[in-house]
């Protein structure tokens, strides 16, 4: 059997690993539709007989509350918001990615690192700095990028929950307004997901579309790699 | 990134001491800045692990034993970081001394000793300001575990190593794992000219090694015209 693979250095204790199960990234900016695709994956996925793991940035036990906190204040540095991402993501990957993808599992990870490379670059962090910090990431089997401009965004995002303070990039254009700045934000980091997305070969999927259409591609690209 | 490795441009002056649990660096640091205030210096003094960024987080973590050796570099890594920005480079900018109880080094020592990646560990804190005396204070672990006993009740999990699997007996694991860490500190004095003190001496003895070294320093810097 195939062992988990890594981006670069991966501590020696979490190399041989065998991976018995499929890791599944579903990248995209704030407001794309991500979440609701994840959960509709994961019903699909489970009705057809696999079994399902999702993980989500900043949820994870040792750090998520700690990084609600400190964006609720102005403590963070872009390094400090940098690590954090990257305790964050160390703590899920150990505690449950790699034990759901040795035991076979199929891993819906809604983000992953690539959301920290491109909001940490754009707040100035030194691009090699920062691939070779996220190297201890296995390499995923699939990274479905759901793509959609910026004003686009904003107006999905007006119609949900309203624009908020870091999805805006507001730390990064404190003198615009909220709507000039969420577009200016969005499309910096749209810039360096479409740039990965053709060194890293993600698979783009166009979210203008309606959201079954959107759904079915989603389905289509997984049941492929399934079959593999 | 490379500031490790070159002199920074602030007019303070870093101080950073360095040894395992139970070399004496702290109890020296201290005689080291009472020396100094006596002198007339501003001195900030900033130790491991206690930005209040990730001080609850980590505690928790170490309690619940859950850390592992990748979330327990990290961790300290971002504690580093936050005090870095807030502790260690403004008091050096505004001409300060700063004392640091533990640095980058502690980091790639232990983290060595736990299987993480050196490459990475030097990577990930490269950021970290060059400091201008960088003290080892060096004890075999008998020794240090002699000092530990005798002035504590207990040795912690993490120090001892026991998240290692080493040995179910808490000072033989903290033997073998900070010999470890030893060995690795050993390599780190050639790597980054960190300077050695013998701290099986008496506490004066060193104290006095100490400050002839700090001063030797302080003059160099008044030369070079610094505040």
């Known amino acids: 059997m195939k062992t988990i693979s890594f981006h670069g250095a991966a501590p020696e204790y979490l190399t041989g690993i065998p991976m018995a199960g499929r890791l599944i990234v579903v990248e995209g900016t704030d407001g794309v539709g991500r979440s609701t695709h994840v959960v509709n994956l994961r019903q699909w996925l489970e009705v057809s007989g696999h079994a399902v793991v999702e993980t989500g940035w900043t949820r994870s036990k040792l750090v998520g509350r700690t990084i609600d906190k400190a964006k609720s204040g102005h403590m963070l540095s872009p390094l400090t918001y940098t690590l954090l991402y990257a305790c964050d993501f160390a703590d899920r990957l150990e505690k449950e990615i790699i034990p759901a993808l040795r035991a076979g599992y199929v891993v819906l990870a809604d983000r992953y690192i690539y959301t920290a490379l491109a909001r940490c670059s754009v707040r100035g962090m030194e691009t090699e700095w920062l691939a070779r910090l996220f190297s201890f990431a296995p390499v995923p089997d699939l990274v479905l990028y759901l793509r959609l401009d910026a004003p686009a965004l904003a107006r999905r995002v007006l119609l949900s929950s309203g624009i908020d303070y870091w999805e805006a990039g507001k730390d990064m254009f404190p003198q615009m307004d909220i709507y000039d700045s969420f577009v200016a934000y969005q499309s910096r980091i749209l810039e360096q997901f479409d740039a990965m997305c053709q060194e890293r070969s993600f698979q783009p999927v166009d979210a203008r579309k309606p959201i079954e259409l959107v759904q079915d591609e989603l389905r289509s690209a997984v049941a492929r790699l399934l079959r593999e | ?227």
Request: charged share 25%.
């Open chain 2, 1 to 227: 990134m490379t500031r490790l490795k070159e002199p920074h441009p602030h007019s303070g002056l870093l101080i950073v001491v360095e040894g395992i649990d139970g070399s004496g660096k702290t109890t020296q640091a201290h005689l080291l800045k009472s020396w100094l205030e006596s002198r007339g210096e501003a001195v900030f003094f900033t130790e491991w692990n206690s930005s209040e960024l990730v001080k609850k987080a980590t505690r928790a973590g170490k309690k619940s034993a859950t850390l592992t050796p990748l979330t327990f570099s990290l961790m300290h890594a971002t504690d580093f970081a936050d005090r870095h920005l807030y502790q260690i480079v403004p008091p050096l900018k505004a001409g300060m001394i700063v004392i640091a109880d533990r640095y980058a080094y502690t980091a790639f020592a232990r983290d060595e000793a736990r299987g993480v990646h050196p490459e990475w560990v030097r990577n990930m804190y490269s950021f970290a300001t060059r400091p201008d005396v960088a003290l080892y204070f060096r004890v075999t672990t008998d020794v240090a575990l002699e000092r530990l006993s005798s002035a504590r009740a207990k040795i912690k999990y993490y120090e001892a190593g026991m998240d290692m699997r080493l040995s179910t007996d808490i000072a033989e694991s903290f033997r073998i794992f900070q010999s470890r860490v030893v060995g690795h500190y050993d390599a780190l004095c050639n790597e980054y000219g960190l300077t050695t003190i013998d701290a099986t001496r008496t506490i004066p003895e060193q104290q006095a090694i100490v400050r002839d070294i700090v001063l030797a320093r302080l003059r160099e810097r008044r030369r070079g015209g610094a505040a």
